[in-house]
């Protein structure tokens, strides 16, 4: 089982954080790309996951759940994760990669292996 630091390194991303998705706080970063504000893209991404959420249940899709959510940008992309692991409620996992370098099936594939070893 990985911690959170070694989690989030495990990551192989540009910066990862865990993040609680009722304050917005970030529990846990790595990652030191020059001009990549962890703590501002995890309170931003909570308002994306929230409003995922809402969009569900307004949707009445019961027993669906967010998997992953991607955001593509020029030179990055950021998937974003909630975690379905025990512990892990109302948090989720923020990876951002170099676009030029991502590879987004291998990422999904480490998220997904990250939530089920993840021990909050």
Do not use: C, W
């Amino acid at each position: 089982m990985a911690g959170i630091d070694g989690a989030l390194k495990d990551a192989m991303a540009l910066g990862a954080a865990l993040v609680d998705s009722t304050s917005g706080m970030a529990l846990g970063m790595v990652g030191d790309s020059a001009g990549l504000d962890l703590q501002l893209a995890a309170a931003g991404t909570t308002d994306v996951v929230r409003a995922h959420q809402r969009a569900a249940e307004a949707l009445g899709l019961h027993g669906e759940a967010l998997e992953d959510s991607l955001a593509t940008l020029t030179h990055q992309y950021h998937l974003v994760r909630p975690l379905t692991s025990p512990g892990g409620n109302d948090l989720f996992l923020h990876l951002v990669l170099d676009r030029a370098r991502a590879n987004l099936a291998m990422a999904r594939h480490h998220v997904r292996r990250i939530d089920a070893e993840l021990v909050a």
